[in-house]
């Protein structure tokens, strides 16, 4: 006895077709929108850490500046800073001689909601010969607030909706000009 074995041939119907092109469809929509949107908040954070660590630096930058000045002014839209710098490894005597004189400003300049801190220094080689310079030290951030109280100088800094501040303590700062030295 043969066996004969029917040939079924099962056909889709164009509706089940349908519902699996679509049904599909939404899956691959679904992945791709995941993807997008997880991408997008990785770019963000990045973004905002990468500036964190802007904001971070610039307020360690001029604390650094501040400690080692000699005069401090502090008004509200900028920092007015004198350093000086010593060679005393070029002379044999006790004293040292002063070998370059710092004139040094952050300043605050504000456009369209936003802020940046310029650095603005001249730098004095001797009494015919000087140099000077700007470049920004920070841009792009909502606000910036200098003051100074009593011996403390605070710098405040926000951006996104967080305040980074920094307090600097300045009687705790050992300075000798040595202009008025004898």
Do not use: P
Request: with cysteine.
């Amino acid at each position: 006895m043969k066996c004969m074995l029917q040939k079924i041939n099962k056909s889709f119907t164009m509706l089940e077709l349908l519902i699996t092109i679509v049904i599909s469809s939404l899956v691959i929509i679904a992945c791709f929108s995941v993807f997008q949107i997880s991408y997008t908040n990785n770019l963000n954070m990045r973004k905002y850490y990468i500036k964190f660590q802007e904001i971070d630096y610039a307020l360690n930058y001029m604390e650094r500046e501040i400690k080692n000045a000699v005069f401090i002014d502090v008004k509200e839209n900028n920092i007015h800073l004198k350093k000086y710098s010593y060679n005393d490894f070029l002379s044999n005597t006790n004293f040292q001689i002063i070998s370059k004189f710092n004139d040094i400003n952050f300043k605050k300049n504000g456009y369209n909601k936003k802020y940046d801190i310029d650095r603005e220094a001249k730098d004095y080689l001797n009494s015919k010969s000087s140099e000077s310079g700007k470049n920004k030290l920070i841009k792009d951030i909502d606000e910036v607030n200098f003051a100074k109280y009593n011996d403390k100088i605070v710098i405040k800094i926000y951006y996104s909706n967080k305040e980074f501040k920094k307090i600097i303590n300045l009687d705790k700062i050992n300075k000798f000009d040595y202009l008025n030295k004898e």
